[in-house]
């Protein structure tokens, strides 16, 4: 018998990981193919969310809504419950209070965390979780939203369509001329594109992305914002940031968050005006 490689240990290990997934979501009456309603055009809607933490009140009845197709910033100072309130939509913290639905049917806080993710929510943290002693092109293969079978994940070959989706992938996050490179040599926010990509091969409806550009050069954060931009309308983004030229140079609407709740709302320079902002947040 043939030894078994790193690369087929780690195929079959996602396939394990797909199958549990996709087994959890065959059998709950929430999940079923296309059943995401966006009939109100509205994605993401979290109605008086309250989470608390030995007393601490991490979020404080926040409501927000996150329309189909929409880049949205969310900012605010450390503390502010931005963390809690993506662990809350992607179903790593129950809400003690409140409403969160992902379109008009798909109850957040009633599916589990694989659930969620199956259904369309996909999340990035700030450091990159990749396969780094594999090449860019086999990390995006072991995401690919395919059938994970063991036996078809180990033993066929990718089909025409699947390498194409890759290859598409590739050029949209700028690793195409590195697809064949370990992904352990990538520069730091080629790693972060290349999870960003990992993330695109499971066809999100929404992706949650913390902090993306954290640690890049100006460049990286540049060709950043040109790929978020590309890529809303087509999917819907949360982004978290700190770094308010990124901010800017994704335009569209910003949330601002201040212990646990919304404080203000609307375009970066209506907020960057508003004196509770820059009391709590901003500074003068």
């Known amino acids: ?39 109100h055009n509205v994605i993401l809607y979290l109605e008086d969310i309250t989470v608390s933490f030995d007393g601490f009140r991490a979020l404080n009845q926040l409501s927000l ?3 189909a197709g929409e880049l949205r910033c969310v900012i605010g100072p450390n503390g502010a419950g931005k963390t809690t309130m993506m662990d809350v939509i992607t179903g790593k913290t129950r809400p003690d209070a409140g409403q969160a639905f992902f379109g008009q049917t798909m109850d957040l806080t ?46 066929a070959s990718l089909m025409d369509d699947e390498r194409d989706r890759i290859a598409e992938v590739l050029r949209r996050i700028r690793l195409d001329a590195h697809a ?68 800017e140079a994704l335009g569209g609407k910003v949330t601002v968050l201040s212990e646990g709740s919304v404080l203000a709302e609307g375009a970066l320079a209506t907020v960057q005006d508003d004196p509770r902002v820059i009391e709590v947040y901003l500074g003068r």
């Open 110 to 155: 009633r599916m589990s965390e694989p659930q969620i993710a199956h259904a369309g929510i996909g999340r990035k943290f700030q450091k990159p979780t990749i396969f780094e002693r594999h090449t860019a092109f086999e990390n995006l293969e072991l995401a690919m939203k395919a059938d994970k079978r063991v036996r078809r994940s180990l033993f």
């Open 180 to 247: 064949d490179r370990e992904a352990g040599l990538l520069s730091h926010g080629q790693k972060q594109w290349l999870e960003i990509g990992m993330l695109l091969m499971q066809e999100p409806k929404l992706l949650l992305l913390d902090e993306p550009v954290a640690g890049m050069t100006d460049e990286e954060t540049e060709r950043t914002a040109e790929l978020f931009v590309s890529l809303a309308g087509e999917h819907s983004l949360m982004v978290v940031e700190h770094d308010m030229a990124f901010v």
């Open 1 to 39: 018998m043939m030894p078994v490689t790193e690369t087929e240990r780690a195929a079959a290990e996602a396939a394990n990981q797909r199958e549990q997934w996709e087994g959890e979501a065959a059998t709950s009456h929430l999940l079923r193919p296309g059943e995401l309603d966006l009939s």
């Open 65 to 67: 809504t996150i329309d």
